[in-house]
């Protein structure tokens, strides 16, 4: 059962990520408006998925940090907190630790996923582009 530990948290993170790409959108398109133009700079595509990638990891870092801590071993064998169920970790965390401990470990998270957005979606645009070519 220790294998399955943090699935169920692992699946919700994937309903959060599901809005990057409309985030990315959304984000180019705002940028379009105010700019006036017809296309974005490679720095302006590189603000939108930096957005875009942000509130996609803040959405997505409270079910991450469920999740590790469901399927930490460490941490289920000899810790004094237990986590044994998804919604018991999240009712475990608000309480000791308060929507705070939520986004603990937010800022190295970021570290990891908003450069590897960058390159997503720089390589988005550019897959994107070479299918219009065709």
């Known amino acids: 059962s220790?294998?399955?530990?943090?699935t169920s948290a692992q699946l919700l993170v994937a309903v959060p990520n599901a809005f990057t790409f409309p985030l990315y959108d959304a984000?180019?398109?705002l940028m379009l408006q105010r700019s006036g133009g017809e296309e974005l700079s490679p720095l302006g595509l590189g603000a939108?998925?930096?957005?875009?990638?942000?509130a996609g990891a803040v959405l997505c870092h409270?079910?991450?940090l469920v999740k590790v801590r469901l399927q930490d071993p460490k941490r289920a064998a000899d810790a004094a907190v237990k986590y044994e169920s998804l919604a018991g970790a999240f009712a475990t965390v608000a309480r000791r630790e308060g929507a705070g401990g939520?986004?603990?470990g937010l800022g190295p998270a970021?570290?990891?996923t908003?450069?590897?957005?960058?390159?997503q979606?720089?390589?988005?645009?550019?897959a994107m582009a070479a299918l219009h070519r065709l």
């Open 102 to 104: 939520f986004f603990r």
């Open 62 to 64: 409270p079910f991450v």
């Open 2 to 6: 220790s294998l399955w530990r943090g």
């Open 110 to 112: 970021m570290l990891q």
């Open 114 to 119: 908003v450069p590897r957005g960058v390159l």
């Open 27 to 29: 984000a180019k398109r």
């Open 121 to 126: 979606f720089a390589l988005y645009e550019a």
């Open 48 to 54: 939108c998925s930096v957005a875009a990638k942000s």
